[in-house]
Antibody, heavy 119, light 108 residues
Framework: EVQLVESGGALVQPGGSLRLSCAAS????????MSWVRQAPGKGLEWVSI???????SYADSMKGRFTISRDHSKNTLYLQMNSLRAEDTAVYYC?????????????WGQGTMVTVSS | QSVLTQPPSVSAAPGQKVTISCSGI????????VSWYQQLPGTAPKLLIY???KRPSGIPDRFSGSRSGTSATLGITGLQTGDEADYYC?????????FGTGTKVTVL
């Protein structure tokens, strides 16, 4: 079954760091465009970052310089390194695959992992 | 704050039809495909519509999408209780993806 499974969510203090992982099954992470999307409690969806072919990356303005998206071909896993975390980064973080047919949508989503930034 | 505006909520009785609008600006909806997602309570989003009006395999034809100018619309016919969820539109704005503000569908 094609699926994504996130892990790494935790309670972290403001200013701290955390690395999220997203393991893929039945498809190759490095051969696809992959993204992270987050959702604060009770709020809407917010796009975080994308990694393209050639490992080019793009970020939402509020995450630039603090978050880093990457992937490991050998582990077939996507990552999100989050530094200088703030209370407003508290959210469920989803990884998602960009649909290869039109490159305009996210067709496979993980179940999400919760990140809580609080002292 | 999203640049894609959706109504906060829509409602209808079982079997009826609802439409959800997604209003944007020319630099996003006007020039790029729009997709739609369904998020059932406590679950991850699910792709309903891509490339404005195409359904992924397994999505029933009760769900339809369209785009005109700088707006897009999701339609749901034959409304079912299982359709109660939050719905989001989305599109690319330059090198960033933007989601709509979200619409809660209630089945009366």
């Amino acid at each position: 079954e094609v699926q994504l499974v996130e892990s790494g969510g935790a309670l972290v203090q403001p200013g701290g760091s955390l690395r999220l992982s997203c393991a893929a099954s039945e498809f190759t992470v490095s051969a696809n465009y992959m993204s992270w999307v987050r959702q604060a409690p009770g709020k809407g969806l917010e796009w975080v970052s994308i990694i393209y072919s050639g490992d080019k990356t793009s970020y939402a303005d509020s995450m630039k310089g603090r978050f880093t998206i990457s992937r490991d071909h050998s582990k077939n896993t996507l990552y999100l390194q989050m530094n200088s975390l703030r209370a407003e980064d508290t959210a469920v973080y989803y990884c998602a695959r960009v649909y290869t047919g039109s490159l305009d949508a996210f067709d496979i989503w993980g179940q999400g992992t919760m990140v809580t930034v609080s002292s | 704050q999203s640049v894609l505006t959706q109504p906060p909520s829509v409602s209808a009785a079982p079997g009826q039809k609802v439409t959800i609008s997604c209003s944007g600006i020319s630099s996003n909806i006007g020039n790029n495909y729009v997709s739609w997602y369904q998020q059932l309570p406590g679950t991850a989003p699910k792709l309903l519509i891509y490339a404005n009006d195409k359904r992924p395999s397994g999505i029933p034809d009760r769900f339809s999408g369209s785009r005109s100018g700088t707006s897009a619309t999701l339609g749901i016919t034959g409304l079912q209780t299982g359709d109660e969820a939050d719905y989001y539109c989305g599109t690319w704005l330059s090198r960033a993806y933007v989601f709509g503000t979200g619409t809660k569908v209630t089945v009366l």
